[in-house]
């Protein structure tokens, strides 16, 4: 069975610093890996997607994530972390199983970044 | 552009209830799928719709049904409400079913069932 899991329920970083947000996979075949940030009250927005290709992925605001298929990781980076990061975010791998479509997440990592 | 919109924002129900929550896509995405997210939890897959059939279904009771329309808006109906069913419901709409095209989510509606 597919899956990913998030071994951090939050991560604390001070405002400038860099943040990393781990996420590590499990699937048969190539991953479909991505990422997803939720604010409070609001739903989810893409941050950046793997398909293949270079192992470190550019996405919104900042934001990369560096593909380590030894490790079967997919963590979450930013050089220097602002305030308005702190949110939720979510790794999510596509099920490649059932040719749904269907993303399977994380359980989510809380992100709070301290002035 | 706009996104995908979903409606209602809040409501709150009774067990024994039905309640029905609408999504639109943004415009030109033929795929359609709704997740469930419960406080505390990832979001999880209940339905995909594509080109208006069901092209997938996640571990949900028969209690939930979806239907796409021909404009390709969506709706999730939930009957006989329990209070487990209270949580966030997401519409996500895809371009296409490709895998590497991503989902882009609505904000959301909040189901409260008391």
């Known amino acids: 069975a597919q899956s990913v899991a998030q071994p951090e329920d939050q991560v604390n970083v001070a405002e400038g610093n860099p943040l990393t947000v781990k996420c590590t996979y499990s699937?048969?075949?190539?991953?479909?890996l991505f990422w997803y940030v939720q604010y409070p009250n609001r739903g989810l927005q893409f941050l950046l997607k793997?398909?293949?290709?270079?192992?470190l992925v550019k996405g919104s605001y900042g934001f990369e994530a560096e593909f380590n298929k030894s490790q079967t990781s997919f963590h979450l980076k930013k050089p220097s972390a602002l305030v308005s990061d702190s949110a939720l975010y979510f790794c999510a791998v596509r099920d490649i199983s059932s040719n749904t479509g269907k993303l399977i997440f994380g359980q989510g990592t809380t992100l709070q970044v301290k002035p | 552009d706009a996104g995908v919109t979903q409606s209602p924002t809040h409501l709150i129900k009774t067990r024994g209830q039905h309640v029905t929550l609408r999504c639109s896509p943004i415009s030109g995405h033929k795929s359609v799928s709704w997740y469930q997210q419960v406080l505390g939890q990832g979001p999880q897959f209940i339905f995909q719709y594509y080109e208006k059939e069901e092209r997938g279904r996640g571990n949900f009771p028969d209690r939930f049904s979806a239907r796409q329309f021909p404009n390709y808006s969506s709706e999730l109906n939930v009957n006989a409400l329990l209070l487990g069913d209270s949580a966030l419901y997401l519409c996500?709409?895809?371009?296409?079913?490709?895998?590497?095209?991503?989902?882009?989510f609505g904000p959301g509606t909040r189901l409260t069932v008391t």
């Open positions: 699937v048969s075949g190539n991953p479909y």
């Open positions: 996500a709409s895809r371009h296409r079913l490709a895998d590497a095209y991503e989902q882009y």
């Open positions: 793997y398909i293949t290709g270079d192992n």
